[in-house]
């Protein structure tokens, strides 16, 4: 197993990145934490970790579409954790060009100051969105790549501009291909926290999309794990692995697993700006996670049906805390 002695956690102040740099704080690493700059000096949801763990790393604002600024994160790293995107997925039809200066530029910029650096190792995130809808399931990494979306299409951009680096350069790259993560902290853009914020926000009837389509939902402290599975795999080098939890749900169903969490009774009101438009959705997620098991020995802790609602009661527990409910709009839509 490669030690690493400094790791730059890039879109450190997102959902993702947060759970990850606690994670690897908690392991002992060394962490440079990269969050966007901003006027307000925030960190993101780095501001509301532990004292501890804030104490323990290093926080350098910047923006990834920045090629100096990207060298300067870098410098010092010999292990780099790239998160840092636009990922929303309604906001990719309104604004497409950010997709791609900050997915696919932004990850250039990343790479090339890893080359320049020399880091150990480089792992970019990429998303089970590429995938589309499933030709085949469970879906392994030999899947058709499909850009349904702005979004997907620039991460579909990005990964290839990873793997490139490696086969071209020799930068050792990882690309880890997480399915739909949730837990505390999530924007109320995914569903799961739409859901339960509408329903902890007193809501009788909750707004959403289709509720048809399937995901294959991860808790994010699995994804976390993850991260630091595939860092130290020398296996995983030039490789794509999925990290999902083998398991397909509907989001009707997901909403009636919430609602038994919660001792709930909801209906469901259909919101058509919640809808994709119809060629875009993505009617089915279900991961084959055998590649990541074999490769860097991970696996799922929240795995299956008892896993999930053991995720679910916990991210619940978070949203209930009224303090963090409040960060929630929940009358507004978020893009």
């Known amino acids: 197993m490669t030690a690493f002695r400094r790791v730059l956690v890039t879109g450190a102040g997102g959902f993702i990145g947060s759970h990850l740099t606690e994670e690897l704080v908690r392991r002992g690493f060394n962490v440079r934490a990269l969050v966007e700059y901003n006027s307000f000096n925030s960190w993101g949801w780095l501001d509301s970790v532990p004292a501890e763990v804030k104490a323990a790393i290093e926080v350098v604002s910047g923006d990834v579409r920045d090629p100096h600024a990207m060298r300067e994160a870098v410098s010092g790293c010999d292990l780099v954790l790239h998160l840092a995107a636009l990922i929303a997925i309604p906001y990719s039809y309104v604004a497409p060009q950010s997709y791609i ?49 702005p979004y997907a299409a620039s991460k579909i951009g990005a990964d290839q501009m990873a793997l490139s680096f490696q086969k071209s350069f020799g930068l050792p790259v990882s690309v880890i291909r997480p399915f739909n993560t949730y837990g505390p902290r999530q924007s109320a853009r995914a569903v799961i926290p739409t859901i339960i914020s509408q329903i902890l926000g007193g809501k009788k009837s909750i707004r959403l999309g289709s509720l048809h389509p399937t995901r294959d939902f991860n808790f994010v402290r699995d994804v976390a794990a993850g991260f630091v599975a595939v860092a130290h795999a020398d296996k995983a080098v030039g490789e794509v692995v999925n990290v999902g939890s083998n398991f397909e749900i509907s989001v009707g169903d997901t909403v009636r697993v919430i609602a038994e969490v919660l001792g709930r009774e909801v209906v469901i009101e259909q919101d058509d700006q919640r809808l994709r438009p119809a060629l875009s959705e993505v009617e089915r997620l279900w991961a084959d996670n055998s590649k990541v098991a074999a490769l860097a020995g991970w696996s799922p802790a929240y795995g299956g049906v008892e896993g999930f609602r053991r995720g679910i009661a916990e991210t619940a527990a978070w949203f209930a805390d009224p303090a963090n409910l409040a960060l929630y709009k929940t009358d507004v839509f978020n893009r």
């Open 101 to 149: 200066d900050t997915n696919i530029t932004g990850t250039l910029n990343l790479l090339q100051a890893a080359r320049d650096a020399g880091v150990a190792r480089f792992v970019h995130t990429s998303t089970s969105e590429v995938y589309g809808t499933a030709r085949f399931v469970p879906i392994t990494e030999e899947h058709p790549l499909q850009g349904q979306s």
